[in-house]
C-alpha cells in the first residue's frame, strides 16, 4: 500500500471516529431526554388516575341526588 493510500485511510477512520463520538453524545441526549418524557408520562397517569377516580366519585353523587330528588317527586305527587 502507498503512503497516499495510508493517510487517505487513516483520514477516514479519523472520521468516522468523530462521527462517533458525535453520535454517543446524541444518544445521551436523547436518553436524558427520554428520562424526562418518562417523568412527564408518569405525572400525567397519576393524574388522569386521580381524575378518574374523582369522576366516579362525582357520578355516585349524582346518583345518589337523582334518587333523592326522585323519591322527593314521588313524595310530592303522593299529596
Known sequence: MSLE???QLQEKVHKM?????LLQMKIEEFKKKNIVL?????AILAQQKDLIAQNNEL???????????NA?????NDI
Do not use: H, S
Open 5 to 7: 493510500a495510508l493517510d
Open 17 to 21: 471516529l468523530e462521527a462517533n463520538a
Open 59 to 69: 357520578k355516585q353523587e349524582k346518583a345518589v341526588w337523582q334518587n333523592r330528588l
Open 38 to 42: 418518562e417523568e412527564k408520562i408518569n
Open 72 to 76: 322527593l317527586l314521588g313524595k310530592t
